[in-house]
């Protein structure tokens, strides 16, 4: 069965504090997502990786870094958490090529509810 | 703007009948359209792709419609359930991109 992990399903932190946010997929995907849900707001991408090593912004990359050193594993990093990162988080793999034989279907992680007090 | 709008309204119906979901879309000329589902507190599970030159796609239960001169896709679930009851979420792809794009969802109730 594919699966997408996440480390944490809740975390509360203090402003100011790093945060690391881990995503694991067990289904050797090329491409991995960070995404943020609000209420009213969607699913707001905030970086995306095709490749270990490469990462590209999204639509709100403002306050977030990623990190991929290997192709399992996408880290969202806030270096210097805000109260206005409160959120929840989710992480998402699809494979590589997108194209006719390819559904492009995301498979989600559970989601980490981040709280910044 | 670039806009993806679904009704932020819950739909709430009787079961056993059709839901009918709506997701249009302004300045965007997606390649590809997919719907998911989300439950409360869970990620969102993949239901369906339409691509830009399907008129129509079914899978079981689910008809999905695209037209792009409207600008619109609908969703439709037939003889509908408890178990249907959910947040539905529509998602454009452009052609030269990775990135999804979502709209907000709408809440679908199906009563008993």
């Known amino acids: 069965d594919v699966k997408v992990t996440q480390s944490s399903r809740y975390l509360v932190k203090r402003t100011g504090e790093k945060v690391f946010l881990e995503c694991v997929q067990d289904?050797?995907?090329?491409?991995m997502f960070w995404y943020r849900q609000d209420p009213g707001l969607g699913l707001r991408l905030i970086y995306f990786?095709?490749?270990?090593?490469?990462?590209e912004k999204g639509d709100i990359p403002e306050g977030y870094s990623v990190s991929r050193e290997k192709k399992e594993r996408f880290s969202l990093i806030l270096e210097s958490a805000s109260t206005n990162q409160t959120s929840m988080y989710l992480c998402?793999?699809?494979?590589?090529?997108?194209?006719?034989?390819?559904?492009?279907?995301?498979?989600f992680g559970e989601g980490s509810r981040l709280t910044v007090l | 703007s670039q806009k993806i709008e679904q009704n932020s309204e819950a739909l709430n119906i009787q079961e056993g009948k059709t839901a009918t979901l709506t997701c249009n879309y302004t300045?965007?000329?997606?390649?590809?359209l997919q719907w998911y589902r989300q439950d409360p507190g869970r990620g969102p599970v993949f239901l369906l792709l339409?691509?830009?030159?399907?008129k129509e796609k079914r899978k079981e239960r689910l008809k999905v419609t695209f037209d792009t001169t409207l600008k619109q896709s609908l969703f439709h679930i037939t003889a509908s359930q408890p178990a249907d009851s959910a947040t539905y979420l529509c998602?454009?792809?452009?052609?030269?991109?990775?990135?999804?794009?979502f709209g907000s969802g709408t809440r679908l109730l199906v009563r008993p």
């Open positions: 998402a793999s699809s494979l590589g090529a997108w194209g006719t034989a390819n559904t492009g279907e995301l498979f």
């Open positions: 289904m050797d995907h090329e491409n």
């Open positions: 990786s095709y490749d270990v090593k490469m990462k």
């Open positions: 300045n965007y000329s997606p390649a590809y």
């Open positions: 339409i691509r830009e030159n399907e």
């Open positions: 998602a454009l792809l452009m052609d030269s991109s990775y990135k999804l794009i």
